[in-house]
Protein backbone atom coordinates (compact mmCIF):
# COMPACT_ATOMS: atom_id res chain seq x y z
CA UNK A 1 0.00 0.00 0.00
CA UNK A 2 0.79 3.20 -0.74
CA UNK A 3 2.80 5.48 1.84
CA UNK A 4 -0.47 8.11 3.23
CA UNK A 5 -3.33 5.79 1.93
CA UNK A 6 -6.08 4.42 4.00
CA UNK A 7 -8.22 1.77 2.44
CA UNK A 8 -11.48 1.10 4.29
CA UNK A 9 -14.09 -1.34 2.77
CA UNK A 10 -13.39 0.22 -0.56
CA UNK A 11 -13.15 4.02 0.24
CA UNK A 12 -9.70 4.97 -0.29
CA UNK A 13 -8.69 8.70 1.23
CA UNK A 14 -5.19 9.43 -0.36
CA UNK A 15 -2.74 11.83 1.83
CA UNK A 16 -0.18 13.72 0.12
CA UNK A 17 3.35 12.87 1.12
CA UNK A 18 6.35 15.92 0.66
CA UNK A 19 9.06 13.82 1.26
CA UNK A 20 10.82 12.42 -1.50
CA UNK A 21 9.61 8.83 -2.14
CA UNK A 22 11.57 5.93 -4.90
CA UNK A 23 8.70 4.06 -6.63
CA UNK A 24 5.77 6.20 -5.06
CA UNK A 25 3.22 8.50 -6.10
CA UNK A 26 3.48 11.45 -4.03
CA UNK A 27 0.20 13.15 -4.81
CA UNK A 28 0.51 17.56 -4.66
CA UNK A 29 -1.34 19.09 -2.00
CA UNK A 30 -3.03 18.66 1.29
CA UNK A 31 -7.19 17.66 1.49
CA UNK A 32 -9.11 18.25 0.93
CA UNK A 33 -8.45 18.14 -2.64
CA UNK A 34 -9.85 20.00 -5.18
CA UNK A 35 -10.84 19.38 -8.95
CA UNK A 36 -7.84 21.74 -9.95
CA UNK A 37 -5.30 19.99 -7.73
CA UNK A 38 -6.51 16.94 -9.44
CA UNK A 39 -4.81 18.22 -12.69
CA UNK A 40 -1.59 18.28 -10.77
CA UNK A 41 -1.79 14.99 -10.13
CA UNK A 42 0.69 12.35 -11.88
CA UNK A 43 -0.57 9.89 -14.57
CA UNK A 44 0.59 6.61 -12.71
CA UNK A 45 -2.35 4.37 -13.51
CA UNK A 46 -4.81 4.81 -10.93
CA UNK A 47 -8.66 6.85 -10.88
CA UNK A 48 -8.51 9.51 -8.58
CA UNK A 49 -12.20 10.81 -7.92
CA UNK A 50 -13.56 13.30 -5.40
CA UNK A 51 -16.70 12.71 -2.96
CA UNK A 52 -16.72 16.41 -0.68
CA UNK A 53 -13.10 16.45 -1.04
CA UNK A 54 -12.09 13.43 -0.33
CA UNK A 55 -9.84 11.35 -2.50
CA UNK A 56 -11.35 7.98 -3.84
CA UNK A 57 -8.60 5.84 -5.97
CA UNK A 58 -9.17 3.17 -8.17
CA UNK A 59 -6.99 0.74 -9.38
CA UNK A 60 -7.06 -0.79 -12.95
CA UNK A 61 -9.43 -2.58 -13.96
CA UNK A 62 -9.56 -6.01 -14.34
CA UNK A 63 -9.26 -7.94 -17.72
CA UNK A 64 -12.92 -9.27 -16.59
CA UNK A 65 -14.03 -5.70 -15.48
CA UNK A 66 -12.85 -4.16 -18.87
CA UNK A 67 -14.62 -6.95 -21.12
CA UNK A 68 -18.07 -5.79 -19.21
CA UNK A 69 -17.28 -2.22 -19.79
CA UNK A 70 -16.30 -2.49 -23.46
CA UNK A 71 -19.68 -5.09 -24.32
CA UNK A 72 -22.03 -2.95 -22.38
CA UNK A 73 -20.13 0.12 -24.67
CA UNK A 74 -20.73 -1.89 -27.48
CA UNK A 75 -24.24 -2.90 -26.74
CA UNK A 76 -25.47 0.62 -25.89
CA UNK A 77 -23.80 2.17 -28.81
CA UNK A 78 -25.40 -0.63 -31.28
CA UNK A 79 -28.74 1.27 -30.36
CA UNK A 80 -28.30 4.73 -29.77
CA UNK A 81 -29.92 7.03 -31.29
CA UNK A 82 -27.93 9.87 -33.38
CA UNK A 83 -27.72 12.53 -30.67
CA UNK A 84 -26.31 10.56 -27.81
CA UNK A 85 -23.25 8.37 -27.15
CA UNK A 86 -21.80 6.17 -24.85
CA UNK A 87 -18.28 6.99 -23.68
CA UNK A 88 -15.65 4.95 -21.29
CA UNK A 89 -13.92 6.98 -18.34
CA UNK A 90 -15.68 10.58 -18.66
CA UNK A 91 -14.49 13.02 -16.33
CA UNK A 92 -17.91 14.79 -14.46
CA UNK A 93 -17.29 17.38 -12.41
CA UNK A 94 -20.56 18.43 -10.45
CA UNK A 95 -18.44 20.89 -8.41
CA UNK A 96 -15.02 21.89 -6.88
CA UNK A 97 -14.64 19.43 -4.23
CA UNK A 98 -17.08 16.25 -6.49
CA UNK A 99 -15.40 14.58 -9.61
CA UNK A 100 -16.57 11.66 -10.78
CA UNK A 101 -15.57 9.21 -13.53
CA UNK A 102 -17.94 6.39 -14.13
CA UNK A 103 -17.02 3.50 -16.32
CA UNK A 104 -19.30 4.31 -18.83
CA UNK A 105 -21.91 7.11 -19.63
CA UNK A 106 -24.25 8.48 -22.26
CA UNK A 107 -23.85 11.91 -23.31
CA UNK A 108 -25.14 14.28 -25.78
CA UNK A 109 -23.20 14.26 -29.35
CA UNK A 110 -22.55 17.58 -29.11
CA UNK A 111 -21.10 17.89 -25.77
CA UNK A 112 -18.42 15.15 -27.32
CA UNK A 113 -17.53 17.56 -30.19
CA UNK A 114 -17.14 20.58 -28.11
CA UNK A 115 -13.84 19.00 -26.88
CA UNK A 116 -13.70 20.04 -23.49
CA UNK A 117 -11.84 18.29 -20.65
CA UNK A 118 -14.90 17.37 -18.69
CA UNK A 119 -18.56 16.85 -18.99
CA UNK A 120 -21.37 18.60 -16.44
CA UNK A 121 -23.95 16.45 -14.71
CA UNK A 122 -26.76 17.71 -16.83
CA UNK A 123 -24.43 15.74 -20.11
CA UNK A 124 -25.37 12.72 -18.45
CA UNK A 125 -28.13 10.44 -19.68
CA UNK A 126 -27.07 7.37 -17.91
CA UNK A 127 -24.21 6.54 -15.83
CA UNK A 128 -22.89 2.81 -15.44
CA UNK A 129 -20.36 1.53 -12.41
CA UNK A 130 -19.12 -2.58 -13.21
CA UNK A 131 -19.00 -3.31 -9.52
CA UNK A 132 -15.26 -4.95 -8.24
CA UNK A 133 -13.96 -5.82 -4.97
CA UNK A 134 -12.25 -2.32 -4.45
CA UNK A 135 -15.28 -0.92 -5.67
CA UNK A 136 -18.25 -2.30 -4.39
CA UNK A 137 -18.84 -0.11 -1.10
CA UNK A 138 -18.98 3.15 -3.22
CA UNK A 139 -20.41 1.58 -6.42
CA UNK A 140 -23.51 0.55 -4.16
CA UNK A 141 -24.00 3.12 -1.84
CA UNK A 142 -21.77 6.37 -2.45
CA UNK A 143 -22.02 6.54 -6.13
CA UNK A 144 -26.21 5.83 -6.17
CA UNK A 145 -26.35 8.88 -3.48
CA UNK A 146 -23.80 10.81 -5.17
CA UNK A 147 -25.38 10.31 -8.82
CA UNK A 148 -29.05 11.11 -7.98
CA UNK A 149 -27.87 14.02 -5.94
CA UNK A 150 -26.39 15.59 -9.06
CA UNK A 151 -29.73 14.87 -11.33
CA UNK A 152 -28.21 11.97 -13.67
CA UNK A 153 -31.80 10.42 -14.53
CA UNK A 154 -30.54 6.56 -15.40
CA UNK A 155 -27.90 4.77 -13.15
CA UNK A 156 -26.84 0.86 -14.22
CA UNK A 157 -24.89 -0.76 -11.82
CA UNK A 158 -23.81 -4.25 -13.21
CA UNK A 159 -22.64 -7.07 -10.49
CA UNK A 160 -20.41 -9.52 -12.01
CA UNK A 161 -20.23 -11.94 -8.94
CA UNK A 162 -24.32 -12.19 -9.90
CA UNK A 163 -24.62 -13.69 -13.16
CA UNK A 164 -23.89 -10.88 -14.17
CA UNK A 165 -26.68 -8.62 -12.98
CA UNK A 166 -27.83 -5.17 -14.10
CA UNK A 167 -29.63 -3.22 -11.24
CA UNK A 168 -31.60 0.36 -12.87
CA UNK A 169 -32.15 3.15 -11.27
CA UNK A 170 -33.86 5.58 -12.41
CA UNK A 171 -34.63 9.46 -10.87
CA UNK A 172 -37.63 9.83 -8.95
CA UNK A 173 -37.22 13.98 -7.73
CA UNK A 174 -33.84 14.25 -5.93
CA UNK A 175 -33.73 10.74 -5.16
CA UNK A 176 -33.52 7.22 -7.18
CA UNK A 177 -36.07 4.44 -6.59
CA UNK A 178 -35.05 1.05 -5.44
CA UNK A 179 -33.22 -0.82 -8.66
CA UNK A 180 -35.08 -3.32 -11.03
CA UNK A 181 -32.85 -6.11 -10.85
CA UNK A 182 -31.98 -7.94 -14.31
CA UNK A 183 -30.00 -11.24 -14.18
CA UNK A 184 -28.23 -13.04 -16.83
CA UNK A 185 -30.47 -15.84 -18.58
CA UNK A 186 -33.10 -14.01 -20.53
CA UNK A 187 -33.13 -10.71 -23.17
CA UNK A 188 -34.36 -7.68 -21.21
CA UNK A 189 -35.68 -4.08 -22.69
CA UNK A 190 -34.75 -1.20 -21.39
CA UNK A 191 -36.07 2.51 -21.99
CA UNK A 192 -33.67 4.86 -20.92
CA UNK A 193 -31.96 6.98 -22.13
CA UNK A 194 -33.21 4.93 -25.02
CA UNK A 195 -34.76 1.42 -26.15
CA UNK A 196 -32.13 -0.95 -25.84
CA UNK A 197 -32.27 -4.90 -25.46
CA UNK A 198 -29.98 -7.32 -24.30
CA UNK A 199 -29.21 -10.18 -21.98
CA UNK A 200 -27.05 -9.17 -19.47
CA UNK A 201 -24.78 -12.86 -19.57
CA UNK A 202 -23.85 -10.84 -22.53
CA UNK A 203 -21.40 -8.38 -20.69
CA UNK A 204 -18.77 -11.45 -20.16
CA UNK A 205 -19.59 -14.61 -21.51
CA UNK A 206 -16.99 -15.86 -23.79
CA UNK A 207 -17.14 -15.40 -27.48
CA UNK A 208 -15.46 -18.38 -29.65
Given at each position: ???????????????????????????????????????????????????NGSLLVSPAPTPLHQRAIFRAQLILDSARPPDLEPLSTVNVRVSDKDFYIPDLAVVPVASVEAGRLMFSPAD??????????????????????????????????????????????????????????????????????YPVSFDPADLIERRD
Open positions: MRKGVIRDDGWVIAMATTEPTTGRTVLPGVPPFSVDDLLKFPDDGNRYELFIRLAVEVVSPSTQARDRLLKTEAYAAAGIPVYWRIELAEGPTVYVYELDGETYRPPAAYKAGSVVTLRKP
